[in-house]
């Protein structure tokens, strides 16, 4: 199972409701999405999200989000409550006190619940203590870089368990350094793990850095190697005035893939080049960040028709 990390920007999120009928009949992704902001447009894309009927958890303490606790306890009583397909979640990091995890408990009593340790708790044996006493709490997820070793071998294991990684924390980001490099292989290694799921960040940073797009103006574009069983990316630079030639570079690359590794994404990419004409940033991003989830999908399908 695959736990893809979002920021809940406005373009990450219409991405994900572009994708979310794909994404609930795959049975393979559950989206983590953390808001990023207290707009009422979020609310639009999540009952896109239950009208598909796609799995998700929604974070329900993002740090330094004015009037977020008011706005998630309106969403959840006029939506999410009770919702089979919504776990709502809990970020937990060195400074959580097991208190605040148990006024979480009963805020949300009602649906199943989902803790992301992004660091060790400060108290982590009071709270498998009453991880294994509350049968709602159905995910943990792990965030690998803020976890000791030691701090998941104290782990409840009778929840689903989750790693998420950071790939960007040694990718170069930069097409003046490499033109290609390793991102990731976690979809290979989760299970033997012993993870029952893996996820990684959708973002570096902010939202002018997520996977596709970032600050310096460079893409970064996602695609699988079949012979290693590996996640690499393939880095272009991208003017802002001027990123016709750039996206030819994109397309001839995109056409050289084997079939198999493309995705229905990639096809809206090369309409654009067949009508003669360069997506804008946005929708490049957009595209590119539903490719990759396409392409994880496509490999935990592979992984799964290998072991029966």
Not at 12 to 32: F, H, Y
Not at 48 to 71: C, Q
Request: glycine residues 6%; aromatic residues 12%.
């Amino acid at each position: 199972m695959y736990y893809p990390y979002l920021k809940g920007h406005k373009n990450g999120l219409a991405g994900l409701s572009e994708l979310a009928q794909k994404i609930a009949k795959s049975r393979a992704v559950t989206p983590i999405i953390e808001p990023a902001s207290t707009d009422s447009l979020i609310v639009s894309f999540l009952q896109d999200f239950k009208e598909a009927r796609m799995p998700f958890v929604f974070v329900t303490n993002p740090p330094g989000l004015p009037g977020a606790k008011e706005f998630i306890n309106e969403i959840y009583s006029s939506m999410l409550s009770g919702c089979a397909f919504c776990k709502m979640g809990m970020m937990i990091n060195g400074r959580t006190a097991l208190a605040q995890v148990e006024e979480f408990l009963k805020r949300f009593k009602k649906s199943e619940l989902c803790l992301i340790h992004f660091e060790n708790s400060p108290d982590s044996k009071g709270l498998m203590s009453l991880i294994a006493k509350t049968p709602a709490i159905r995910t943990q997820v792990f965030v690998e870089e803020g976890i000791s070793k030691r701090y998941l071998l104290e782990v409840d294991m009778s929840t689903k368990t989750v790693v998420i990684s950071n790939p960007f924390r040694n990718c170069s980001q930069s097409s003046k350094t490499r033109k290609r490099e390793f991102f990731s292989r976690s979809h290979a290694l989760y299970i033997q793990s012993g993870f029952d799921g893996f996820g990684d960040f959708l973002f570096a940073g902010d939202e002018s850095r997520e996977l596709c797009l970032h600050a310096d103006k460079e893409v970064h574009f996602p695609y699988y190697r079949k012979k290693t069983d590996e996640i690499w990316v393939r880095h272009f630079a991208w003017d802002v005035k001027g990123n016709s030639r750039a996206f030819l570079k994109m397309v001839e690359f995109i056409c050289s893939l084997p079939q198999y590794t493309r995705t229905e994404s990639l096809g809206e990419l090369l309409e654009f080049n067949r009508t003669g004409c360069c997506p804008e940033s946005q929708t490049l991003r957009r595209a590119l960040l539903k490719h990759y989830i396409e392409l994880m999908i496509k490999c935990i399908g592979k992984k799964q028709h290998s072991m029966a």
